[in-house]
């Protein structure tokens, strides 16, 4: 017990206490929105296929440690690519994947001696920027600035909240057991070639108590 | 996820073995005496271009390194400056399109990024690996070519501007990860104007050295990582 609340508070005060360098979605009241507009409504813009050049910092434990990562996603066929390298441009590893499988292309040997990296960085990307839209017959709650949809996933429960004037979304949650395990908080969306982006973007995995804080760079397509 | 701190700190040294390092293991390796006709003539080619090139005690260059990975449409350019004082003491600043940088020394890795806004610090003084790393780096950028036909069959691309290309032997280790290396001199051959890496992965990563200083002289801001211009 006592271990498990040491875990818990380490878990707590690395992740809890990082900081999000992005602006937070100025709310506006929804209460009149229909929630399945909002859903349609960022369906349409959100872009299909993107190439795009993040920095990424991975945080943990109080330590941070930076790399680009160069992604290639394409929502219509539910696949991706990406590379990533440090700041020399060294390439650090390279994957693709899909909904069912990540194939590691290109690994460091350094970097496989520390288990599966890539496995694990390709979920996340997998968390970021795939099944960003709920499913029709999510359960939907509505707040006064935001409207959430709840629908089951694997062994759990995800959810998607709504917020600000241009109703984006603004974060995407995984539960198990009524625990959150992970979320992904979009921010700062721009409309770049007619569809939107969020400029920053942060995963905090609960589970295994790190932190992602994704930057665009540039957007390529 | 611990995996992806502990990668750090080696992500710092891998990126030395790879990019320059791994030019270095392709220009490293073993000597082969017999080499084909010519091959002696580049010998002292080289040995004579690394003579002129190896004339200064500082180095001051802007560089643009392009990446073209063979998976992405776009290639990715960072742009930034190398500062390098003999013997052992180079720092090297990207400005685009993040702001980062790690000054290399005979003691330490130190480096520092926009983004996390910290400085890592390493000590070398105990880890002869990489002060042997440290070697080769300061080599490479002092122009010390005279071991680059070992391990590669060399081929005299260009006489103006001069123009080499390494190709790594059966024999070099290189063989497995680089297809070519290209040098491209500067009109006054005192310095490089451009590398070229050719990788079997289809990658193609090209550095052009831009504003190059010999002799320049340098500061101790141009060996800062943290609050430099």
């Not at chain 1, 296929?49 to 991975?58: A, E, G, I, K, M």
């Not at chain 1, 194939?103 to 520390?114: F, Q, R, S």
């Not at chain 2, 390092?21 to 004579?48: C, H, I, M, W, Y």
Request: net charge positive.
């Amino acid at each position: 017990m006592k271990r498990l609340i040491v875990l818990f508070l380490g878990v707590f005060l690395a992740v809890g206490c990082a900081r999000v360098p992005f602006q937070e979605t100025t709310l506006v009241p929804l209460e009149s929105v229909d929630p399945s507009s909002v859903v349609e409504s960022f369906k349409a813009g959100l872009p299909a296929n993107f190439q795009v050049l993040n920095s990424v910092v991975f945080e943990y434990n109080w330590r941070k440690f930076l790399g680009l990562g160069n992604v290639d996603v394409d929502r219509q066929e539910n696949r991706f690519r990406v590379v990533c390298l440090n700041p020399m441009g060294v390439k650090l590893f390279e994957l693709s994947g899909d909904r069912n499988a990540i194939v590691t292309d290109y690994a460091l040997d350094a970097l496989m001696k520390y288990g599966d990296l890539p496995t694990a960085v390709g979920n996340d990307i997998r968390r970021i920027y795939f099944d960003v839209v709920p499913s029709a017959s999510a359960q939907v709650s509505k707040g006064k600035y935001t409207i959430s949809f709840r629908q089951p996933d694997g062994a759990g429960y995800m959810e998607y909240v709504f917020a600000g004037k241009d109703r984006d979304l603004i974060e995407k949650s995984y539960y198990e057991d009524d625990d959150l395990v992970w979320r992904v908080s979009y921010y700062e969306y721009r409309e770049q070639n007619g569809k939107r982006y969020p400029q920053g973007i942060v995963l905090v995995n609960y589970q295994y108590g790190y932190q992602l804080t994704v930057r665009q760079k540039e957007l390529y397509s | 996820m611990i995996m992806y701190w502990r990668i750090g700190m080696r992500v710092v040294f891998s990126m030395i073995l790879c990019v320059i390092v791994g030019a270095g293991l392709a220009f490293g390796a073993e000597t082969s005496k017999g080499g084909t006709p010519g091959q002696a003539d580049l010998r002292e080619l080289l040995n004579t271009i690394g003579k002129r090139v190896s004339e200064f005690k500082t180095l001051k260059t802007d560089f643009t390194q392009e990446k073209k990975m063979a998976m992405f449409k776009q290639k990715l350019v960072l742009k930034g400056r190398i500062y390098l004082q003999k013997p052992n003491k180079i720092a090297w600043h990207v400005d685009s399109p993040l702001r980062y940088s790690v000054l290399i020394t005979d003691k330490l890795i130190r480096q520092w990024d926009e983004d996390t806004n910290q400085v890592q610090e390493i000590s070398l003084t105990k880890n002869p690996v990489f002060q042997n790393v440290l070697g080769q780096l300061t080599v490479w950028f002092s122009g010390e070519y005279g071991s680059l036909l070992d391990g590669n069959t060399v081929r005299l691309v260009k006489r103006a501007p001069l123009v080499i290309e390494f190709t790594p032997r059966e024999n070099n280790p290189a063989k497995k990860v680089i297809k070519n290396i290209t040098l491209t001199f500067r009109d006054d051959q005192k310095y490089l104007q451009q590398i070229r890496i050719q990788e079997l992965s289809g990658d193609v990563t090209t550095i052009h050295f831009m504003n190059t200083l010999l002799n320049a002289p340098l500061n101790s801001s141009s060996f800062e990582v943290k609050g430099r211009v």
